[in-house]
Structures are given as C-alpha cells and as structure tokens.
C-alpha cells in the first residue's frame, strides 16, 4: 500500500476530509462570531450556548410538533435569530460604549444561565436525534467511506460562509452596515435606523450559530454541553483569522479543521491542543492575526 | 485596557474553583449529628450517571432505614467536583476538616476517586465509592478507609469483553479516553482479549475531556481490519463514538463493545441506534420485585432518569453505613472511619437492589455483574423498557481475584 510518511495515503486523504467537514464547523461559528465582533464590537461568550439551544430547538421541533430535520433547518435559525433580537434588546445594546470585558462578562454570564437551565430541563446526557432519511447511507470513495450527511454538511456550510462573506463586503446593504460601525452618527444622519441595523445584524450571528447547531445535531449528542466543548476552540480559530475579518474565519476554520485531523492521526492525544499552539505561533508572528488589520 | 485569553481563562478557572468552594453556613458541631457527604458530578458529563440523583438515592436510603425513629440524626451535603482531582480533594479536605462529614460517597470520574480515597485515608473518614471505574482503589491503592460498589474495569473487561471473545469478536480496536479509567479499562480488556486467543490491532487515545468528533478515530479503525471496536469511555463520548460508527458504516464491519454503558446513555441514544448492544450493568430497574419496588420508590423524585448502577450503588453504600453506625453507636463511628469499614466488611449487605453480598477485605463488594443486550425497539413496551439479561455472572467470579490485585491490605 502506498505510504506517505508511514501513514497509508487513503487513510491520510480520508482525515484531511474529516478535518475539512469539522473545518466547516469551525467557519460557520466563527463566522457567526467575527460578524457580531466586527460589526458590534462584542465579543460574544454566549455562541456556543446558542449553538446547542439551535440544535435543542431542531429535537423540540421534532419531538413536540413532528417537524423534520429540513423544517428546523429553516425554523431552528429563526426561532434562535429572534431569541438574539431579544437578547440584543434587552442586555446587550447596553453595552455599545463600554470597554469590551463588559460584553464578555455579560454574554459568558448569560452562556452559563443558559445552559444550566438546559441541564435542569433535560439533564446532561442527551437527546437522540436521527439523520434525516434522505441522507443517510454513504458512499465509498475508495479511500474512505463518506457517510452523504457529512458531505452535506461541508456543502452547506461552505455555501452559508461564502453567501455570509459576500452580503457583507459586496452588497449595498453590507456596505450600510461596515459604514454603520465606522461612524454610527454620520449614518444615521442619512436617515438609516442604525439601532434596528446592529440588532439585525447581532440575531443574524446568533442564527448562524443555531444553523450550525441543526446541521450539528444528528451527529453529535444533542446535550447541553455541546457548545461549551467547542466554543473556546472556536474562538482560538477567530483569534487566528484575525479577531472581526470575515474572510479570516472561513479560511481559518477549514485550515484549523484540516490541521486538527492530521494530528489525531500521527498524535491524538495532542489533537485538542494544536489549535491553540497554532494560536500561538500566528499572534507571535503577526498579533492581529492572519487577515486583521492593525489598528 | 486589553484582554487576554489567559485573563479570561484564568478567570473562568478562579470562577469554577471558588463556587465549589463557597462558603458554606458553619454547622453547629453538635456531635450526634451524621454528616454524609455526596461528592459528584452536578454539571457535567457524568451529570445523570452520578449527580442529583445519587442524592436522591442516599436520602431514600436514610428514610427506608428509619434514621430518625432509630434517634439518628444524618444531614446530607453535596457539591460537584466538575471532574478535576484538585477540586474533588480541596473540597473532601474542607468537608472533614470544617464541616465535619463523616463519609463521602459517590465521587465518579477515576482521576477524582484516588484523590479522594487519599484524603479519606489521611482523615480516617469513611469513604464509599460508587462512580469510579477504576480497580486500582481495591488494587494497590486499597485502603482501610475505602469501599468499591457498583462495578469496576475489571469486571466491565471481563463480562462485557469476554462475553464479546467467546461468541467470535477476536480483532480488536480501542478508543480510549486519555485518563486513569480508558488506560485501565483498556488494559485489562486487552488482557483478556489476548488471554483468550483473540488479537489487539491498535488504538487511538483521544483527548478527554472536549474531544467531540471521533470520525477520524473510527475511520482508522475501520481501516485496521478489525471485528471488534471497543469503546474505553463513558457517558457522552461514547453516546458519539456510537451514534458515529453507524454514521461512517462501520458497523456493518465491527461489533461494538461500549465497556461501560448505562441507561441513561441507551436512553439518550434511542433503541434504534444502540439495539443489539451488549453491555453490563449491576443494577437494572426491572430486574426483580425488589428493584421495581425501589424504582417506584424513588421514581417520582428523579423526573427525568431512571437510577442507573452507581446511583442504585449509592442507596445501597448508604443504608449498610448506617447499618454498620448504628450497631457500632454513633460516637466510635465518628472517631474512626477505618473501624466502620471493617464492621461493614464482616456484616453481609442487604438492600433491595442488589440482594445479599459480601464485601472482601481489599473493599471490594461482591455484587453480581449482568449482561445486557438493548433490546430492538419493537420488543420495547414501555418507556426505559430497555435491556434484554443474557448471562449473570456471581460476585465471587465478577471481580479480580484478590491475590491479583496487590492490595496490601490484603495478607497473603
């Protein structure tokens, strides 16, 4: 069999698409993360608990009104999306001027709330949640067996993150939006509601972080720890991109995704932690990250 | 001012050390009064496999012995110990050293339990453990303090892993969690594997706690060759371990031996992914007349588990310390913790969910370990009607036998 690096090649070719299928995780929620960064300038603890309530919601949909997977992929996200407008409404617009450790405090306060109600709700071992029909099975590429819902899910996520990145750097009502964070005032001088602008962009990031907890949702344990295993790794892969650039978390997600799954072949046990020498090494060689700009 | 990620990580660290540590009211040291401590999970994985549930199940315990018609008074404290060894023994210490507890019970999560077993050592306090897998604590870090309940790797790698070697199951593959409990159940597994003419043809240890994608793990087994995938973890891990195999087909190649399963994980799991499998349990609800009675009993107060081994293990720790309290009078009980685990070894247990046993002098309690199989959703009639007995295994067989454990207690 051929080898590469004494690893055989079908078995180092079926990680590297285990690590972009994992990569299109990471991108959707750091994306979700470097929007809500960018535009509002708050660091958002709470994505993760919102990952799960996202998933949480696509098994109540299922189990209290029979809805399928494909309706909670639509529904889940909006349900969540207006659940953030809620949110933005209540606590966070609160915080626009502050320094940014208020807005952490208050969405890493907000994060346990939320996910210790879910524990007192449902308990911590999980809901059962089934791939949808249509797309179970898999296929077998010759390397690897590919079940067709991780395909799926590196698609779509691939689609969403492109659709994300394209909305808000070439389309007019992306350009309001950067122009909004620059200089609020000037903006709405020319008669656009800026607050009703930033809370639609604040439940838009939380929709993506609940779009990702539906497509996560059939093959992780729908439980409420789900977001707090991944968020800190999220953030190392924002923190890589460059905190608030769009482009950067795509791209760092998937690369991370790929990185993370050759070392759980030639290392596993250090698999957890290479992100964050990664980390490490990008903030030494250039502190803003790989695609921010210093301020 | 700028923010770093050691600032917020070292803040989140300071954060969940001091809730543990918290102060508490002090209590008034009246010295009649029994203070059971229940160290455990409250937050976590093992949250309902452990957790407010074992609770439950020891104030059951202090109700159907009748504490206060005895003129017993027993107070029940509990605090998570968010499966960190630092946290699981600063918190023992303060107990014992503030609050005055007389015995801790409980404590899964096999990194925390030998923390825990030393501190109980030192203190000369009673300590029942019933959530930790790990056989080392009636191996070569017995004590005199210490009691082993439910089950443990050994007799996990026996009944399960054995039962899997007889009936064809010879190649193997492991996925071990990265701590004292995945090694061990690895190791002994292995052991028996080979032992019984079968082969181990690799495993992939993964990073524990935080690890939730297993694909590339499963995807290496598959390519191994192996019949066997055994599963060296617990709680969610192994809920996605499995819900993954399936996914990536590896199941029309490999068994899977999930080593340590419960309920709770079939229930979460749903019987259409887990029917089939095989795994063993001390304790099922709908064993006997005797375990359906005390599932009734406790059934209205843990709404959403049925009691699982470790937290029937914690009713039954429970009643045979108060056994062994009350023959032996409250005062000498409190002065030495090493004299009630030796007065509960002479006595034979008895309590509704495991019958009679013995318990050995490493600690050891000789509880019979049953083979389950999950049944198919059709053969389901109600809701947790879940396991299929396949083989019981007597006390005396299910564990190590003492020769091979070092225990130094132990004089040979």
């Given at each position: 069999m051929h080898t590469i690096f004494g690893i055989p090649a079908p078995l180092l070719f079926g990680q590297l698409l285990l690590g972009l299928i994992n990569g299109g995780f990471y991108a959707l929620l750091s994306l979700g993360l470097a929007v809500i960064f960018g535009m509002l300038n708050i660091i958002n603890f709470a994505h993760g608990a919102l990952f799960m309530t996202g998933a949480f919601a696509a098994w109540g949909l299922l189990n209290y009104l029979g809805l399928p997977y494909w309706y909670a992929l639509i529904l889940s996200p909006l349900l969540i999306g207006l659940f953030g407008l809620v949110l933005e409404r209540l606590f966070i617009r609160r915080l626009y001027g502050l320094d940014h450790l208020y807005g952490l405090l208050l969405t890493f306060g907000l994060a346990l709330i939320i996910e210790g109600l879910f524990r007192n709700a449902f308990g911590s071992s999980g809901m059962p949640y089934q791939i949808p029909r249509s797309l179970s099975g898999a296929v077998n590429l010759g390397f690897m067996f590919l079940p067709l819902y991780r395909g799926w899910v590196v698609v779509v996520a691939l689609v969403v993150s492109l659709a994300t990145w394209a909305v808000i750097e070439k389309t007019r009502l992306g350009a309001t939006l950067r122009a909004a964070t620059e200089n609020a005032a000037l903006v709405q001088a020319f008669g656009i509601n800026v607050p009703r602008l930033v809370a639609l962009t604040y439940a838009g990031g939380v929709a993506l972080a609940a779009f990702a907890g539906v497509l996560a949702a059939p093959i992780y344990s729908v439980n409420p720890n789900m977001g707090s295993n991944l968020i800190i790794t999220v953030f190392a892969v924002v923190v890589i991109g460059g905190m608030g650039s769009i482009l950067g978390s795509i791209v760092s997600g998937f690369g991370l995704g790929v990185i993370e799954g050759l070392t759980k072949v030639f290392y596993p046990q250090a698999s957890d932690t290479v992100i964050f020498v990664v980390m490490a090494i990008v903030l030494l060689a250039r502190p803003a990250g790989l695609f921010g700009k210093t301020a | 001012m700028g923010i770093t990620r050691r600032s917020i990580l070292g803040g989140l660290a300071l954060g969940g050390t001091g809730l543990a540590l918290a102060p508490r009211p002090s209590w008034a040291q009246s010295s009649k009064k029994l203070r059971i401590g229940v160290l455990n999970d409250q937050s976590g994985p093992y949250r309902d496999v452990s957790g407010l549930n074992s609770v439950v199940c020891v104030k059951q315990a202090i109700a159907d012995f009748g504490a206060s018609a005895k003129g017993l008074e027993v107070e029940v404290l509990s605090a998570d110990h968010q499966n960190k060894p630092d946290v699981g023994a600063a918190i023992a210490r303060q107990w014992f050293d503030r609050d005055g507890v007389d015995m801790i019970i409980d404590v899964p999560t096999s990194s925390v339990a030998l923390a825990v077993a030393n501190v109980c050592r030192e203190k000369n306090r009673v300590y029942i453990n019933v959530g930790a897998g790990t056989a080392e604590l009636t191996g070569s870090q017995c004590a005199p303090t210490t009691i082993h309940w439910a089950y443990d790797t050994w007799m996990l790698a026996h009944s399960t892993g054995g039962a899997t070697v007889k009936t064809g199951g010879n190649k193997w593959f492991f996925i071990p969690a990265d701590y004292v409990f995945g090694h061990d159940l690895e190791r002994q597994t292995s052991q028996f594997v080979t032992e019984a003419g079968g082969k181990v043809l690799g495993h992939a240890t993964y990073a524990f706690p935080g690890t939730t994608d297993f694909s590339s793990f499963l995807v290496q087994a598959q390519a191994s060759g192996a019949n066997v995938l055994g599963l060296a973890n617990a709680g969610a891990d192994t809920q996605n371990c499995i819900k993954q195999a399936h996914e990536f087909g590896l199941t029309q190649q490999a068994r899977i031996a999930a080593l340590l399963m419960f309920i709770t994980d079939v229930h979460a799991l749903g019987l259409e992914t887990a029917q089939g499998l095989v795994l063993t349990e001390?304790?099922?609800?709908?064993?006997?007349d005797k375990t359906r009675a005390f599932t009734a009993r406790i059934k209205d107060k843990t709404p959403n588990n049925y009691p699982n081994m470790v937290q029937a293990g914690c009713y039954a720790g429970t009643l045979h310390y108060l056994k062994a309290v009350s023959a032996l009078g409250v005062d000498r009980a409190k002065a030495s913790g090493a004299e009630v685990v030796a007065r509960m070894k002479a006595t034979p247990t008895e309590d509704d969910c495991f019958g009679t046993c013995k318990i050995r002098e490493d600690g050891r309690v000789l509880v019979p370990a049953y083979l389950f199989e999950v049944k198919k959703p059709s053969e389901s009639?109600?809701?947790?009607d879940y396991y299929k007995l396949l083989v019981t295994t007597p006390g005396d067989q299910a564990f190590r036998p003492l020769a091979e454990g070092h225990c130094p207690l132990v004089k040979s």
């Open positions: - | 001390s304790f099922y609800w709908d064993l006997n009639k109600g809701p947790w």
